[in-house]
């Protein structure tokens, strides 16, 4: 009789640190995923076709103001 109390006590006790343990997986499992999309989403950013689009935005911007300063020279040099 106090052998099979004993077992009980035991697997009692198993089963409440194997439930502990499967909990904790599932919350490290949790993290992984949460991560992984983050990280997904990162890849997924365009971020080099937006680094693009600026030099070209910055590049038609200084034409544009030498533009300016030629003509700025031409009108002084008329004035």
Do not use: P, W
Not at 18 to 32: D, G, P, S, T, V
């Amino acid at each position: 009789m106090i052998c099979l109390l004993f077992c009980r006590v035991y697997e009692d006790r198993e089963l409440q640190a194997a439930e502990k343990r499967a909990q904790e997986r599932l919350e490290f499992e949790n993290q992984i995923t949460q991560i992984q999309t983050m990280l997904e989403f990162e890849r997924t950013r365009d971020t080099a076709g937006h680094v693009e689009q600026v030099q070209k935005e910055v590049s038609t911007l200084e034409d544009a103001l030498q533009k300016c300063q030629k003509n700025e020279k031409k009108y002084r040099k008329v004035c």
